[in-house]
Protein backbone atom coordinates (compact mmCIF):
# COMPACT_ATOMS: atom_id res chain seq x y z
CA UNK A 1 0.00 0.00 0.00
CA UNK A 2 1.59 3.35 -0.99
CA UNK A 3 1.51 6.37 1.42
CA UNK A 4 -1.23 8.15 -0.76
CA UNK A 5 -3.74 5.06 -0.32
CA UNK A 6 -2.97 5.17 3.18
CA UNK A 7 -3.88 8.49 3.30
CA UNK A 8 -7.02 7.75 2.04
CA UNK A 9 -7.80 4.92 3.94
CA UNK A 10 -7.06 6.62 7.66
CA UNK A 11 -9.09 9.71 5.85
CA UNK A 12 -11.45 7.21 5.17
CA UNK A 13 -12.19 5.69 8.35
CA UNK A 14 -12.33 8.87 10.29
CA UNK A 15 -15.24 10.32 7.99
CA UNK A 16 -16.61 6.48 8.65
CA UNK A 17 -16.70 7.76 12.15
CA UNK A 18 -18.15 10.59 12.55
CA UNK A 19 -20.77 9.43 10.38
CA UNK A 20 -21.39 6.87 12.87
CA UNK A 21 -21.29 9.36 16.06
CA UNK A 22 -23.48 11.86 14.79
CA UNK A 23 -26.06 9.51 13.68
CA UNK A 24 -26.19 8.31 17.53
CA UNK A 25 -26.70 11.74 18.95
CA UNK A 26 -29.96 12.79 17.15
CA UNK A 27 -31.21 15.92 18.61
CA UNK A 28 -34.64 15.33 18.88
CA UNK A 29 -36.82 17.36 17.25
CA UNK A 30 -38.73 21.06 18.85
CA UNK A 31 -41.81 20.29 20.23
CA UNK A 32 -43.04 23.56 19.37
CA UNK A 33 -44.37 25.89 21.64
CA UNK A 34 -46.33 25.04 24.64
CA UNK A 35 -50.12 24.64 25.17
CA UNK A 36 -51.45 27.07 27.45
CA UNK A 37 -55.40 26.93 26.43
CA UNK A 38 -57.24 25.06 28.66
CA UNK A 39 -59.75 21.74 27.50
CA UNK A 40 -62.76 22.48 25.59
CA UNK A 41 -66.20 21.04 25.75
CA UNK A 42 -67.06 19.73 22.45
CA UNK A 43 -70.27 17.71 23.57
CA UNK A 44 -72.30 17.61 26.36
CA UNK A 45 -75.10 15.63 28.20
CA UNK A 46 -77.54 16.77 28.31
CA UNK A 47 -77.22 19.12 25.59
CA UNK A 48 -76.81 22.88 26.33
CA UNK A 49 -80.97 24.36 27.04
CA UNK A 50 -82.38 20.75 26.78
CA UNK A 51 -86.00 20.42 28.27
CA UNK A 52 -87.27 17.41 29.78
CA UNK A 53 -84.32 15.79 31.08
CA UNK A 54 -84.80 12.73 32.33
CA UNK A 55 -82.02 10.43 34.70
CA UNK A 56 -79.12 10.72 36.93
CA UNK A 57 -76.30 9.92 34.68
CA UNK A 58 -74.28 13.55 32.99
CA UNK A 59 -71.40 13.87 30.91
CA UNK A 60 -68.72 16.50 29.19
CA UNK A 61 -66.72 15.21 26.44
CA UNK A 62 -63.50 17.26 25.80
CA UNK A 63 -60.89 17.93 22.67
CA UNK A 64 -58.39 16.24 25.15
CA UNK A 65 -57.46 14.38 28.04
CA UNK A 66 -58.43 16.55 31.03
CA UNK A 67 -58.41 16.17 34.63
CA UNK A 68 -60.88 17.43 37.48
CA UNK A 69 -59.47 19.74 40.85
CA UNK A 70 -61.96 19.48 44.05
CA UNK A 71 -65.34 19.05 42.42
CA UNK A 72 -67.08 18.91 45.35
CA UNK A 73 -65.88 22.67 46.03
CA UNK A 74 -65.46 23.90 42.41
CA UNK A 75 -69.04 22.76 41.15
CA UNK A 76 -71.76 24.42 41.82
CA UNK A 77 -75.35 22.62 41.32
CA UNK A 78 -78.36 25.31 41.64
CA UNK A 79 -81.23 24.09 42.64
CA UNK A 80 -78.14 22.35 45.21
CA UNK A 81 -78.42 18.45 45.41
CA UNK A 82 -78.39 17.12 48.90
CA UNK A 83 -76.15 14.03 48.00
CA UNK A 84 -72.71 14.50 46.22
CA UNK A 85 -72.92 13.34 42.97
CA UNK A 86 -69.85 10.91 41.95
CA UNK A 87 -67.24 12.25 39.65
CA UNK A 88 -65.19 9.91 36.90
CA UNK A 89 -62.92 11.00 34.25
CA UNK A 90 -63.17 7.97 31.24
CA UNK A 91 -60.91 9.25 28.65
CA UNK A 92 -61.99 12.29 27.55
CA UNK A 93 -65.02 12.47 29.05
CA UNK A 94 -66.18 13.55 32.72
CA UNK A 95 -68.89 11.20 33.85
CA UNK A 96 -71.48 12.80 36.74
CA UNK A 97 -73.66 10.39 39.01
CA UNK A 98 -76.29 11.44 40.54
CA UNK A 99 -77.49 9.84 43.95
CA UNK A 100 -81.00 11.19 43.64
CA UNK A 101 -83.75 12.35 41.83
CA UNK A 102 -84.04 15.85 39.82
CA UNK A 103 -86.64 17.76 40.76
CA UNK A 104 -89.83 17.66 38.29
CA UNK A 105 -90.36 20.68 36.29
CA UNK A 106 -87.09 22.72 37.12
CA UNK A 107 -84.63 24.19 35.53
CA UNK A 108 -80.65 23.29 36.69
CA UNK A 109 -77.80 25.74 36.16
CA UNK A 110 -74.64 23.45 36.76
CA UNK A 111 -71.25 25.62 36.88
CA UNK A 112 -67.75 24.35 36.46
CA UNK A 113 -65.38 27.12 38.09
CA UNK A 114 -62.05 26.27 38.34
CA UNK A 115 -63.10 22.97 38.42
CA UNK A 116 -61.80 21.52 34.43
CA UNK A 117 -57.88 21.42 33.84
CA UNK A 118 -56.05 19.72 31.08
CA UNK A 119 -54.00 16.59 31.65
CA UNK A 120 -50.82 17.41 30.56
CA UNK A 121 -50.11 21.24 31.55
CA UNK A 122 -52.55 21.76 33.97
CA UNK A 123 -54.21 24.88 31.77
CA UNK A 124 -57.57 25.54 33.72
CA UNK A 125 -60.51 26.27 32.31
CA UNK A 126 -62.13 29.14 34.35
CA UNK A 127 -65.45 28.50 33.64
CA UNK A 128 -68.43 26.47 32.07
CA UNK A 129 -72.09 26.77 32.48
CA UNK A 130 -74.44 23.61 31.77
CA UNK A 131 -78.37 24.38 31.54
CA UNK A 132 -80.94 22.23 31.03
CA UNK A 133 -84.76 21.45 32.40
CA UNK A 134 -86.30 18.58 33.89
CA UNK A 135 -89.51 20.49 32.74
CA UNK A 136 -90.74 21.65 29.41
CA UNK A 137 -89.38 24.89 29.44
CA UNK A 138 -86.20 26.99 30.85
CA UNK A 139 -87.39 29.36 33.26
CA UNK A 140 -86.25 33.16 32.40
CA UNK A 141 -86.11 34.87 36.15
CA UNK A 142 -83.30 36.55 37.77
CA UNK A 143 -82.26 38.27 40.79
CA UNK A 144 -78.64 40.11 40.99
CA UNK A 145 -77.11 41.95 43.10
CA UNK A 146 -73.57 42.52 45.32
CA UNK A 147 -72.04 41.43 48.87
CA UNK A 148 -69.87 44.42 50.17
CA UNK A 149 -68.13 43.84 53.43
CA UNK A 150 -70.10 45.82 56.15
CA UNK A 151 -66.10 47.22 57.30
CA UNK A 152 -64.65 48.22 54.22
CA UNK A 153 -67.30 48.62 52.01
CA UNK A 154 -65.39 46.54 49.09
CA UNK A 155 -67.17 43.56 47.20
CA UNK A 156 -66.64 40.47 49.23
CA UNK A 157 -65.87 37.05 47.33
CA UNK A 158 -66.56 33.87 46.90
CA UNK A 159 -69.24 34.19 49.45
CA UNK A 160 -72.47 31.41 48.79
CA UNK A 161 -76.00 33.68 48.37
CA UNK A 162 -79.24 31.36 48.50
CA UNK A 163 -82.73 31.91 47.64
CA UNK A 164 -85.53 29.92 49.53
CA UNK A 165 -89.45 30.19 49.45
CA UNK A 166 -89.88 30.85 52.79
CA UNK A 167 -88.19 31.84 56.12
CA UNK A 168 -88.02 28.32 57.84
CA UNK A 169 -86.69 26.38 55.08
CA UNK A 170 -84.15 29.79 54.39
CA UNK A 171 -83.01 28.72 58.53
CA UNK A 172 -83.13 25.23 58.17
CA UNK A 173 -80.61 24.80 55.14
CA UNK A 174 -83.62 23.88 52.53
CA UNK A 175 -82.42 26.27 49.89
CA UNK A 176 -84.44 26.53 46.75
CA UNK A 177 -81.22 27.77 44.44
CA UNK A 178 -78.20 28.81 45.32
CA UNK A 179 -74.89 30.60 43.69
CA UNK A 180 -71.48 32.11 45.09
CA UNK A 181 -69.58 35.88 45.00
CA UNK A 182 -67.04 36.50 41.92
CA UNK A 183 -64.04 38.54 42.80
CA UNK A 184 -65.66 41.33 43.00
CA UNK A 185 -68.84 40.93 45.19
CA UNK A 186 -71.13 40.21 42.69
CA UNK A 187 -73.89 37.43 41.87
CA UNK A 188 -76.33 36.82 39.83
CA UNK A 189 -79.52 34.12 39.73
CA UNK A 190 -80.25 33.02 36.49
CA UNK A 191 -83.00 31.02 35.17
CA UNK A 192 -85.33 30.91 37.95
CA UNK A 193 -89.15 30.17 38.27
CA UNK A 194 -90.66 33.64 38.68
CA UNK A 195 -91.54 34.62 42.70
CA UNK A 196 -90.74 35.69 45.48
CA UNK A 197 -87.83 34.77 47.80
CA UNK A 198 -85.83 34.79 51.22
CA UNK A 199 -82.71 35.62 50.47
CA UNK A 200 -79.16 34.81 52.29
CA UNK A 201 -75.92 35.02 52.03
CA UNK A 202 -73.09 33.41 54.28
CA UNK A 203 -69.24 33.28 53.87
CA UNK A 204 -68.97 29.26 53.77
CA UNK A 205 -65.83 29.07 55.48
CA UNK A 206 -66.11 24.82 56.53
CA UNK A 207 -67.94 24.11 52.78
CA UNK A 208 -70.46 22.74 54.20
CA UNK A 209 -72.79 24.78 52.21
CA UNK A 210 -74.95 25.81 55.82
CA UNK A 211 -74.39 29.01 58.00
CA UNK A 212 -72.79 28.02 60.80
CA UNK A 213 -72.46 30.32 64.13
CA UNK A 214 -69.58 31.95 63.57
CA UNK A 215 -69.21 32.50 59.91
CA UNK A 216 -69.98 35.96 58.15
CA UNK A 217 -73.54 36.67 56.98
CA UNK A 218 -75.63 39.12 55.40
CA UNK A 219 -79.43 39.05 54.43
CA UNK A 220 -82.12 41.66 53.21
CA UNK A 221 -85.77 42.13 54.93
CA UNK A 222 -87.67 42.57 52.26
CA UNK A 223 -88.31 39.76 50.08
CA UNK A 224 -86.36 39.48 46.56
CA UNK A 225 -88.09 39.32 43.98
CA UNK A 226 -87.60 38.16 40.30
CA UNK A 227 -86.18 40.39 37.85
CA UNK A 228 -84.44 42.49 40.42
CA UNK A 229 -81.54 44.03 41.85
CA UNK A 230 -80.20 43.84 45.61
CA UNK A 231 -77.16 45.37 47.66
CA UNK A 232 -76.53 43.22 50.67
CA UNK A 233 -73.97 43.90 53.37
CA UNK A 234 -71.77 41.34 55.05
CA UNK A 235 -70.39 41.19 58.52
CA UNK A 236 -68.82 38.97 60.77
CA UNK A 237 -69.29 38.13 64.86
CA UNK A 238 -67.26 40.12 67.25
CA UNK A 239 -64.98 37.65 69.52
CA UNK A 240 -65.58 39.24 73.28
CA UNK A 241 -62.50 38.24 75.08
CA UNK A 242 -63.49 37.85 78.67
CA UNK A 243 -60.52 40.27 80.53
CA UNK A 244 -58.88 38.52 83.92
CA UNK A 245 -57.72 40.16 86.87
CA UNK A 246 -54.53 41.91 87.73
Not at 20 to 44: F, H, L, Q, R, T
Not at 180 to 195: A, D, H, V, W, Y
Amino acid sequence: MSMRQFKAFILFQILWVCLIYSCANVVPPNGGPKDAKPPMIIESYPSQRQVNFVGKSLSLRFNEYAEIKDPNKNIQFSPPLKLEPNYKINGKTLEIQLKEDLQADMTYHIVFSNALADYHEGNILNSYDMLFSTGNKIDTGYIKGEVINGYSLNGEADVLVVLAKNRFNLENGSFQYITKTSTNGSFTFGNIKEGAYEMLAFKDENENKKYDENEGIAFIDTLAIHASTHIMSISYPIVKQRLGSF
